[in-house]
């Protein structure tokens, strides 16, 4: 917490400074000193494949992911079933790409809400004193749960649904992004550009708005990158326990938890989903510290 | 000076503890939905469920049962549970000190082998050692604990039969019998938060490995060493003690779901049956004692951190 404001007020300038030659638009400068490093080029192949293989699971899996095969109950991975089959003999490739259908669908809707909730408090936060103690004091008793409790918790009072996982998400992560965002909103609104808006007479709303948001969406964006890798890491941890998506729909933690008692026989049933999620997570942490690299200068030099 | 600012940090710690208890309060009864009527389930008569309702206080005007609800916690009566057939202060207290042993094991481990990686790795930056080190800790820190967990009892405990499978050993055991027990699912915990330690250390570390009084011990002639431990990393220690704080929820969010993995009666376990049979009043006081243990963590560590900084302002 310490340092968040710090690092937030070398991304703000580093922004400052990256859209200062005009003859490239930002976001190609961004693009480009991204994909220089391999590894955060491979991560992001990796993304786009996992979105692709999720978007197109109706169309590219082998099965449809609830057929039942109780012929090839348990089956080691093979030519028929690359991954293996279940205990009902169901295709455990495809029920992985469904599986990412639904975690990365969760995962984008909860950085949506969170992203954009957070942001709204935070940058009020930052900006209006009078709101920025009661805010901060309600963030800092929600931080005080593990994300995973209070997801938990949630669940039990919304009930088993991936909607609700969403709702629960969206809730355990928003002081996380406000937090961010609050932080950033306190080092810009110091800065001139902010106090010339203020002496041309522009009102709170405008100067939030028009001023200081867009300065805020590179940090936001680094944010909402390790927020999504969270979310998934959550959701797996929520339904594995039970408490998240309905176990009859398949999901990578659901799968996880149906496999448990398998474990003995057949190890491709936690092997491939386990390596889905981490594979995606990663990806996601690699993007997330390129692109915080990408937008931050310092910390390039640093490393 | 310090008296006073222990005194205001209680002070802090009180107000924080009163927000949470009203987070919980919130989720509970604020929410839409009945909890009487989801606890007893669709076959529950209208009766069986005002009875409950009367029975929990969930018949009272909203703000009065918030006020009880307070009171009551600050008295630290958190109520019955509606299916263990004890207080949820009974079942709380029979189950933390599994959980604590847990968090700390894992903490324990995360930090002896965190930091010195962590502190290595910066010292040795750009080098091979350094880009293994950033990898694994990278992809470590990708690794949910209870996928861990499972892989470790796969192969460690099942097939090369080092360690105990699951449970807890029988209950007149040993503490040494228990903590054997708890080996493998510190490990679960203690590997992602480990991963987080190392890459804190090492960027807390190069912060400090550029500073003037490094190169300053360096000309000096002092041995790489000690400007490394005495000049560089005493610095750098506050930082670590921050993260400290910051990965005390990680580990106590990985031992409740490792807990589940590994069949260990801890407050992990507890919640989670407790969501599954709509055991309100557990996860309510579940909700409190986590909270509460990571909110004293944290106040420790800012007293720990004045005591350590003297450039921290009481």
Redesign the interface.
């Known amino acids: 917490?310490?340092?968040s404001i710090r690092g937030f007020g070398t991304s703000v300038s580093a922004t400052l400074a990256a859209a200062a030659p005009r003859h490239v638009s930002p976001a190609r400068l961004l693009l480009r000193r991204l994909v220089r490093r391999k590894l955060v080029l491979l991560s992001l192949l990796v993304l786009a494949l996992v979105f692709a293989a999720a978007a197109a699971a109706p169309w590219v899996a082998p099965y449809a992911p609830q057929r039942m095969d109780i012929l090839h109950r348990l089956a080691a991975p093979s030519a028929l079933h690359w991954f293996g089959s279940d205990d009902f003999g169901r295709d455990v490739l495809s029920r992985c790409l469904w599986g990412a259908r639904t975690s990365l669908t969760v995962g984008l809707l909860v950085v949506v809400i969170a992203g954009l909730a957070g942001t709204a408090l935070g940058v009020a936060a930052g900006y209006l004193r009078r709101l920025d103690g009661v805010l901060m004091?309600?963030t800092?008793?929600?931080?005080?749960?593990?994300?995973?409790?209070?997801a938990?918790?949630?669940?039990?009072?919304?009930?088993a649904s991936a909607a609700n996982v969403v709702i629960a998400l969206g809730v355990v992560y928003t002081p996380r992004v406000a937090r961010v965002a609050r932080g950033g909103t306190l080092v810009l609104r110091e800065l001139q550009f902010v106090e010339a808006a203020e002496a041309l007479g522009a009102g709170g709303r405008r100067i939030m708005l028009v001023h200081l948001l867009p300065n805020l969406l590179s940090a936001l964006l680094v944010q909402c990158t390790f927020l999504f890798?969270a979310s998934i890491?959550t959701e797996?941890?929520l339904s594995?326990?039970?408490?998240g998506v309905p176990p009859t729909v398949p999901t990578w933690?659901n799968m996880?938890a149906a496999a448990?008692q398998y474990?003995?026989r057949a190890?491709w049933l936690?092997l491939a989903p386990?390596l889905c999620?981490?594979l995606t997570?990663?990806a996601l942490?690699?993007v997330g510290?390129g692109l915080r690299d990408a937008l931050d200068p310092k910390l390039r030099r640093?490393? | 000076m310090m008296r006073s600012y222990v005194l205001r940090r209680l002070g802090g710690m009180a107000?924080?503890m009163f927000?949470?208890a009203?987070?919980?309060f919130v989720?509970?009864h604020v929410?839409p939905?009945d909890?009487a009527a989801?606890m007893l389930g669709p076959s529950a008569t209208a009766a069986d469920i005002a009875a409950l309702r009367v029975r929990l206080g969930l018949d009272a005007p909203l703000p009065l049962q918030y006020l009880d609800f307070l009171r009551s916690v600050a008295a630290l009566r958190l109520g019955d549970s509606v299916f263990l057939g004890q207080t949820v202060t009974a079942a709380l207290a029979e189950r933390a000190p599994l959980t604590l042993t847990l968090t700390l094991m894992a903490a324990t481990l995360a930090t002896l082998i965190g930091v010195p990686v962590g502190i290595l790795s910066a010292v040795k930056?750009g080098s091979v050692l350094d880009q293994a080190v950033t990898a694994v800790s990278?992809?470590a820190?990708?690794?949910?604990s209870?996928?861990i967990g499972?892989?470790l009892?796969?192969y460690l405990a099942?097939q090369w039969r080092l360690l105990p499978v699951a449970g807890y050993g029988p209950p007149d055991a040993g503490a040494l019998t228990h903590m054997r027990y708890l080996i493998l699912p510190a490990i679960a915990v203690g590997l992602p938060n480990m991963a987080l330690i190392i890459r804190f250390t090492r960027t807390s570390m190069?912060?400090v490995l550029?500073e003037d009084y490094v190169r300053t011990a360096r000309a000096k002639g002092l041995a790489p060493g000690t400007v490394i431990i005495k000049h560089a990393f005493r610095n750098a220690r506050t930082?670590v003690l921050?993260i400290l704080g910051?990965v005390v929820?990680?580990l106590?969010?990985g031992a409740?779901?490792t807990e589940?993995?590994f069949g260990l009666p801890g407050v992990g376990n507890l919640?989670?049956s407790?969501?599954?049979r709509?055991d309100?009043p557990v996860?309510q006081g579940?909700?409190l004692v986590?909270?509460g243990i990571?909110?004293l963590v944290n106040l420790v560590i800012d007293l720990l951190y004045a005591a350590l900084d003297p450039r921290v302002r009481y």
């Open positions: 917490m310490r340092h004091r309600v800092d008793a929600m931080m005080a749960f593990p994300d995973i409790l209070l938990i918790a949630l669940m039990a009072a919304l009930g890798a890491l797996a941890g594995f326990l039970g408490a933690g996880i448990q474990m003995d190890q936690i386990g999620i981490v997570v990663l942490q690699v510290d640093i490393r | 107000a924080v927000l949470v009203t987070v919980v989720i509970a929410i939905g909890p989801v930056r990278m992809a820190a990708s690794v949910p209870f996928w499972l892989t009892i796969e099942v190069l912060d550029h930082q921050t910051l929820s990680g106590l969010g409740i779901v589940t993995v919640v989670v407790a969501v599954l709509r309100y996860i579940a909700l986590i909270s990571y909110v």
